[in-house]
């Protein structure tokens, strides 16, 4: 294309009906990998009366999936970068339904906690490659930037679709049907994705794969998550301390091996780019608070508002339009507005959602806790999807599977994070607020029970019906409640200071580059157009 004797560049190829197709079937994957996150939260009572785990091993059916699929993103972004993304994108689709196939038949609690870690080895190789393949499918800005939008929306709607889809099957159906659920999806995938997905690879230069550096990231993962569960859960103990502290010396081998290797997994000067290192930062917070929040937002409408699971997951459905309005705004305003405002802005959006939580209380409207997750919930999915663009922005397309990798780890790390940390101030609080309450007439081994987790209060108000026992629940709510505030606070101060962080670093990052103007032809001969001309 000429303008006035001068070459300019040829815009961008715009993506068709095939492609927007294509990001559909990508789409579905994150759905049902992030639901599977969550499909749990109402299925483990059944999970515990049929295949009767222990406590340790019920702590593993919940967290195996999770230290998997962190464990090994880095590494499976960059095989998917070798080996081609839409090959790793289908041997790990059907890696996910075989393994949701052998957990939804599992006779046993050891069984499970396998197949749950071999579903998030599956979902690790899934995660980078639909969002490299994205970079691939769409190469207009403004069409990625949606495209982008929706992946991450597909994301948030599975989190907060598991639970819904989790209580509906077990109405009706046993356990293992909250797996099962996997497999049409993961068929319609195979058939779908050699036709409506581009393949894509780095080029034969005679790279070497990093096996070190692949051992060295889950190695540095593992324990850490590993130990930060096990503080949270049981307290200070030495051999928590002591994988955290190996945990981090590794991941410090990692980078370190990452600046010297020949052939590296992830290019480390990314790190050295604000607009690279600042949204990898608000996606690892942003799940921190998200999940953490959305622990107390189940317990609290299960066992203070007494819902039963499935009318729950529905109540919990009512935060989706705040979700689709933050996606909306973005949207239109990525182009106009620069990453600071935008994400800055999000944050503090979700910060006064926090603020909002601390209303909550028993008695209060059920539509203080809906108000406050909503706005949490919008804040998020819209510094969110500004921050994935920008993350797929800053790499390279050959780097474009270890740079979503980086991202979706840091993820991981903050949703397991706030799982563990935001989960373990509520039941500090709660632990020593029912620790005075010792009501006659009930067993203390019971009454010990009650002071461990409110499920526990509200199991031993059923088993021994009466006034003292409804004193004790009430007291539990109570107590709960004020955990959950705490939690709240915590999450506001984060969630402020991170917005005014983020307003600061990326204060000179322009706003997203807009699509580029259709070219059009000059009215006449010798008249020069406005547009440049085609040739």
């Not at 509906?168 to 319609?188: K, T, Y």
């Not at 779908?192 to 034969?204: Q, R, V």
Request: glycine share 12%; hydrophobic share 50%; aromatic share 6%.
């Amino acid at each position: 294309m000429i303008d006035n004797g001068l070459i300019s560049p040829t815009p961008p190829r715009r993506a068709g009906r095939k492609e927007w197709i294509g990001l559909a079937v990508l789409v579905l994957p994150c759905l049902l990998i992030s639901m599977d996150m969550s499909v749990l939260l109402f299925g483990l009572p059944f999970i515990s009366a049929s295949l009767k785990p222990s406590a340790t091993q019920q702590l593993w059916i919940m967290d195996a999936y999770g230290f998997a699929l962190a464990g090994v993103l880095i590494t499976m972004g960059a095989v998917g970068d070798r080996i081609g993304r839409r090959r790793l994108l289908l041997a790990g689709t059907a890696a996910f339904g075989g393994a949701s196939a052998v957990a939804a038949y599992a006779g046993s609690a050891d069984l499970l906690i396998a197949s749950r870690a071999l579903l998030g080895l599956a979902g690790a190789t899934l995660m980078p490659s639909t969002m490299a393949l994205i970079r691939n499918m769409f190469h207009d800005e403004k069409q990625r930037n949606s495209a982008i939008g929706l992946w991450t929306g597909g994301i948030v709607g599975g989190a907060t679709l598991g639970p819904v889809v989790g209580g509906l099957l077990l109405d009706h159906f046993w356990w293992g049907s909250v797996f099962l659920i996997n497999l049409p999806a993961m068929a319609l995938l195979l058939v779908l994705g050699p036709i409506l997905l581009p393949e894509f690879k780095m080029p034969a230069d005679g790279r070497r794969f990093d096996y070190a550096g692949s051992v060295l990231s889950i190695a540095a993962v593992l324990p850490t998550v590993y130990g930060v569960k096990q503080l949270a859960v049981d307290g200070y103990s030495a051999g928590a301390l002591a994988a955290v502290a190996l945990g981090i010396a590794l991941g410090i081998a990692f980078l370190i091996r990452q600046r010297t290797a020949a052939d590296p997994l992830i290019d480390t000067a990314l790190f050295g780019t604000t607009a690279f290192r600042v949204p990898v930062l608000v996606n690892a917070l942003g799940n921190f608070v998200m999940i953490g929040f959305s622990l107390y937002n189940t317990q609290y409408l299960q066992s203070v508002a007494g819902m039963r699971p499935f009318t729950a997951a529905l109540w919990s459905l009512a935060v989706l339009p705040a979700v689709s309005v933050g996606m909306a705004v973005t949207g239109t305003l990525t182009t106009r507005i620069r990453p600071a405002t935008l994400i800055g802005g999000g944050f503090l959006i979700a910060a006064a959602g926090a603020a909002v939580l601390l209303l909550v209380r028993p008695g209060n409207p059920v539509a203080v806790l809906l108000i406050g997750a909503g706005a949490v919930a919008c804040g998020m999915v819209a510094a969110q999807t500004i921050a994935g663009t920008m993350v797929m922005t800053a790499a390279s397309a050959e780097r474009a599977g270890s740079a979503s990798a980086l991202n979706e780890t840091g993820s991981e790390l903050g949703s397991a994070l706030g799982m563990a940390l935001l989960g373990s101030i509520g039941a500090a609080v709660y632990h020593h607020k029912m620790s005075g309450q010792t009501p006659a007439g009930i067993p203390a081994d019971a009454i010990a029970q009650s002071h461990q987790t409110l499920g526990s209060a509200v199991a031993v108000a059923d088993q021994y019906p009466g006034p003292v026992s409804r004193h004790l629940l009430g007291a539990a709510r109570d107590a709960y409640t004020v955990g959950f505030h705490v939690a709240a606070v915590t999450g506001a101060v984060l969630l402020t200071l991170t917005g005014l962080y983020v307003m600061s670093v990326l204060r000179h990052e322009p706003p997203l580059p807009a699509a580029p103007e259709k070219e059009k032809a000059p009215k006449h001969a010798g008249q020069r157009s406005e547009e440049p001309i085609s040739v």
